[in-house]
């Protein structure tokens, strides 16, 4: 397998709402989308994020739709400066998320927050003096 991410789905359960938190909020480009559509797809640096509704993407995964409470992952943005960490978490308050820790100086030596786009997805964004993740 080739270690690389191609594509990130979130199952929303309000596709609009969070169409317009990632479109309209936070600026990322869509990608052949036409209004109604079940699919959005947002094309990012190195890899693409998708919206699709939360009980189809479920019964594509053969999965049941219940569950609640943190599911152990986290999306993660890394920027080149603890001001730009800053600028990005308003960012994404302004389009709707929830903070949910306030940029601040880090255990490991970097500069991190954390915030939940409107149907609770967990994002970092954080500033590593140690390696340049941008």
Request: charged content about 20%.
């Amino acid at each position: 397998m080739k270690p690389k991410i191609s594509l990130i789905t979130f199952g929303a359960h309000d596709l609009e709402r969070m169409l317009a938190f990632y479109r309209d909020g936070l600026g990322f480009p869509l990608h052949n989308y036409s209004p109604g559509d079940d699919m959005v797809m947002f094309r990012l640096e190195g890899t693409w994020l998708g919206l699709y509704p939360r009980e189809a993407l479920a019964q594509d995964a053969t999965i049941p739709t219940e569950g609640a409470g943190f599911s152990g992952v986290v999306l993660a943005h890394n920027a080149p400066s603890k001001i730009d960490v800053d600028r990005v978490f308003a960012q994404a308050l302004a389009a709707g998320a929830t903070a949910v820790k306030i940029p601040q100086d880090v255990f490991w030596g970097g500069y991190s927050s954390y915030f939940a786009d409107p149907e609770g997805n967990l994002w970092e964004v954080a500033f590593n003096p140690f390696t340049d993740l941008t």
